[in-house]
């Protein structure tokens, strides 16, 4: 069974930083993209970033690039979405995924076959 379990959210005023991590088991993780979306009160779930699985190529969704980054340890099975310069609109609760191993990054929240139960990351002005 498939599990992923999301840490490091919190509260942060507006340009502060969180590390988030993604703890993976059951499945054989460097194998599998890691996604992270967010999702705040009455919106969609958002794309943020996707790491391949060799971490040698990450995406990132709009208005994040530059002030987050994505990385993972495959000899862990974690993923981590560090992020900078906070702002209040990136308050949300935010997902890590895993989906396919492919060469162009899934973005889509569809194609990720599986989800831990989100962190909440609380940003204050």
């Known amino acids: 069974q498939v599990h992923l379990v999301e840490s490091g959210g919190g509260w942060v005023q507006t340009g502060g930083s969180l590390r988030l991590s993604c703890a993976a088991s059951?499945?054989?993780?460097?194998?599998?993209?890691m996604g992270w979306f967010r999702q705040a009160p009455g919106k969609e779930r958002e794309f943020v970033a996707a790491?391949?699985?060799?971490?040698?190529?990450?995406y990132f969704g709009e208005g994040v690039e530059g002030r987050f980054t994505a990385s993972r340890d495959n000899t862990k099975n974690m993923a981590y979405l560090q992020m900078g310069s906070l702002k209040p609109e990136d308050t949300a609760v935010y997902y890590c995924?895993?989906?396919?191993?492919?060469?162009?990054?899934?973005?889509?929240?569809?194609?990720?076959?599986?989800w831990g139960q989100g962190t909440q990351v609380t940003v204050s002005s």
């Open positions: 995924a895993a989906g396919p191993g492919r060469a162009v990054l899934p973005r889509q929240a569809s194609e990720y076959d599986y």
């Open positions: 059951g499945l054989v993780f460097s194998t599998y993209t």
């Open positions: 790491i391949k699985w060799s971490g040698t190529s990450v």
